[in-house]
């Protein structure tokens, strides 16, 4: 009987398979978008972090500042996207087997996940423009 049932759930099988592949190739393209937008918007802040350490801000205000205003537009995004994958569930309850389309572990671990990622995109180019002589990072450009 165990033959019979893993014979019948096989092509259902493959299906989460393929979803399962698309959902982490998505997850997978979001955190490298995520990171190469956040991260290029604070190496193009080199100049006003050379002003800043100039000035004497501390390095700890300033990646402080960095942080913050690189999750400004993200958590819009994150609850956004939340928003959504909760108005389509009638549609992912359809696909998914013995796991509900509100599993909140899921959507805190992808929630996690993205806020990380963007946070150390916005620490790697604040902490590079807090190492350089201000002098050096007024001449960037």
């Keep these: 009987m165990d033959e019979i049932?893993?014979?019948?759930l096989g092509q259902r099988r493959f299906q989460l398979s393929i979803v399962l592949l698309?959902?982490?190739t998505g997850l997978l393209l979001a955190t490298i978008g995520i990171y190469g937008i956040?991260?290029?918007s604070g190496a193009q802040r080199t100049g006003?972090?050379?002003?800043?350490?100039?000035?004497g801000a501390d390095t700890t205000a300033i990646h402080s500042l960095v942080i913050r205003q690189a999750l400004?537009?993200?958590?819009p995004g994150l609850v956004a996207g939340v928003v959504a994958s909760?108005?389509?569930?009638q549609l992912i309850a359809t696909l998914v087997f013995d796991v509900s389309p509100r599993d909140p572990l899921t959507v805190v671990a992808v929630c996690v996940l993205l806020t990380a990622v963007a946070i150390g995109a916005a620490y790697v180019?604040?902490?590079?423009?807090?190492?350089?002589?201000?002098?050096m990072?007024?001449?960037y450009e």
């Design 5 to 8: 049932l893993w014979g019948s």
């Design 125 to 135: 180019p604040s902490r590079r423009a807090t190492r350089v002589n201000p002098v």
């Design 48 to 55: 006003e972090i050379g002003i800043r350490m100039a000035l």
């Design 38 to 40: 956040v991260s290029y």
């Design 86 to 89: 909760l108005g389509i569930q």
């Design 137 to 139: 990072a007024l001449r």
């Design 72 to 75: 400004f537009p993200l958590v």
């Design 22 to 24: 698309f959902a982490a």
